[in-house]
């Protein structure tokens, strides 16, 4: 494995370590000048790939925007672990409402920036999955819609976290929650035919749609900044594993978030204008049992009794993924 | 300038002059004569720097509200029935951090069974929702609230709801008088925002509070409405000075002096009322009106003093409390527990059922006589026929079936408003 040495400190690759890129190439977090946006000392678990996220993208928006930023919440675990009364991390303008309004009160930010001549000063929501595909799902499709000016941001950690784990419409095939426990013919939740909220984006023909994950610092942060020389409606999904939901450990959060790209269980790409314009292609391909055995809540498909035939199914899903958006690199397909 | 003008007209109007610079609606009847007017005054420029948002729902319409709100300008709505329950949530979130939304709501019945007509079950159902409420009796003074509404949502920081009757005032063609734009610039100062979203000075709004200081913020917004006790009639008289009229205040007097029985009431069945009474008062009876113009905050010491006279109160609304009883009959009560008199609660109008006057004179000719039992609660021109016919048929039968649709049927009529 002695080739891994050698690309692990060239620039080009995924993992680039950044103190031997030019500083322009740099990430923002990198930077002495980033903005802590969610600072130190909330009550985020170890390891949470959605304080992670938050983080990211709020201090890349903050650099795109020089500062001029609000930032609207709906409620959530983000909501709960950064405000507990009389404590905030937030060190930019902020405003939580209610767990499905988040888009619409966003949008109403935005209108009145508009309004008051500061369309200088501009808005980011950002929410759960189940703020944004299942309870504030009608609000962002009004958002989208109306091209109002504002990035949607919706931090996918596959369920309900802060009321407990239960089952979202973004939780996958087979993951036990607390509403969708490994007991019965078909343990987990049920493999329906999925909601992908970016496509839904997409098919709205907003100006730009992106996936991102928490493994990818570099990509994230390019696609904030991308997102932000747009103006009217943008969405970015991230993902971001859950170590308490996930009952993963808290170290694996990266590596998780690697591993779901690196499998097909989660397409990473760019559209603008409702078309594909960019993959990030799959460098190592793994089937999805590596994604899927470090994470307690797909511990049943692995113990005494283990259920190759659903895990066959997962990997049919990552493999209709890797069809459908190009994932392979050129010349494997 | 008088106008011979439709209600929801002259209130656009009105609202166009407070120069709101985020509308967000929804549209439902009927309230659409006003949304409508709205959003032809922001196209033509009438209503300048104004962005008026089509949100999808009226949860949407609250939300944006909110945020616009919060972003520091003067904000405003208006809706009716099914779409202010459906803002429900987004209204208590309002009310708790405080923003100064100003909100009609044309006030229409609540279903099921689905009706179009006016009554204020929608406006009663979110009494507690912390926005102050206004209702109106007249179309003039429905414009006049909403340049005081504004005026005072943006002094304390709470919302506040200009309630009129749907159709029996949006709809009516009456004479108005508009204020123009210079008189309410000088009664209405530009909004300064008491909080605000801003890059410049970044503050957290809508943090998670515990126990330990949950019950003082919401102490915080029952005293606000308190201090909105004395706000109140300081702002209508402050118009009385700038427009030259009464309108608004916490409540109306209609030949109270010397009067024995007084009916309670609020909205447009008012001035119904107050025709009644002269021709009672015109056979000797000492009878007069005390209307209530702020339902929330609840005037209990105002009120109280209005009746401290009186021998017999009857409270006429057009709501009630299913199970329960009275709504405002309940509050009535409450403020006027240590005086010797009986509150009776009659519901009236409800879905548009109109309350005639010939209906009210039977009613008040009853509650002089003492003829109505002070422990239930009643209801005026209810058809006991049509119920006894249900109740009969619900006796029959494992599935009799649905209730609305056989009633319908036993009188006839296939669709609402036959009344007549
Ligand atoms: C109207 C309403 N329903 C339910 C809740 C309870 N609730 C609060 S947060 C939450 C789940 C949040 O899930 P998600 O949006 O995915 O965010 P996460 O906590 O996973 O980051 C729920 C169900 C609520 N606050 N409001
Ligand atoms: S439960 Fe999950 S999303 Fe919530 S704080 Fe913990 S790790 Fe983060
Ligand atoms: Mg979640």
Redesign the interface.
Known sequence: MAFQEIKLYQTGTFVVGNRLLDPEQRTVQARTGRSNSLTSGHRACQGCGEALGARYVLDAAMRATD????A??STGCL??FS????E?S?????????F??GP?????????????GRDD?RVVGQAGDGGTVDIGF??L??MF??NDDVLFVCYDNEGYMNTGVQRSGATPPAAVTATTKAVGPEPGNVFGQGKSVPLIAMAHEIPYVATATVADLHDLEHKVERAMSFRGARYLHVFVPCPLGWRAASADTIRLARLAKESGVFPVFEAEAGEVTAVSRIRRQVPVEDYLRPQGRYAHLFGDHPRPDIVARIQARADRNIARFGLLPEGDE | MRSQIEGSQAVARAVTLCRP??I?AYPISPQTHIVESLSDRVRTGELA???Y?????E???M???????????R?YTATSSQGLLFMA??LF?ASG?GLPIVMTVANRAIGAPINIWNDHSDSMAMRDSGWIQLFAESNQEAVDLHVQAFRLAESLSVPVMVCMDGFILTHAFEEVDLPDQAQVDAFLAPFVPQQQ???D??????????P??FAEVKYLMHAKQMTALDEIPEIAADFRRAFGRDSGGLLKTYRLDDAETVVVALGSVLGTIEDVVDSMRDAGVPIGVLGITCFRPWPAAEVRAALAHARRVVVVEKAFAVGAGGIVGQNTRDATRDLPLVVLDVVAGLGGRPVTRASLRGLLDDVVEDRLDPTRLHFLDLDLALVERELERSRHGRRPGPHAEHMLRDLGTVASGAFD
């Open positions: 500062g001029k930023l609000v609207v919440n909501e709960v405000t507990p009364y009389p905030s937030w060190q930019l303008p902020w405003l939580h409402s209610l499905g309004n619409a009160v966003a949008s109403g930010v935005a209108a009145a920036l508009r309004a008051s000063i009608g609000a499709s009004g819609e109306r | 610079q985020v967000a720097g104004c962005e948002m089509l949100v999808e729902s949860f949407g319409a939300s944006a509200c909110i945020g616009a709100s919060a972003a520091g300008v904000t949530e987004a979130n951090i979203l801003d890059p000075e970044p503050v957290t709004i809508g943090a998670m509070v515990g330990e200081a």
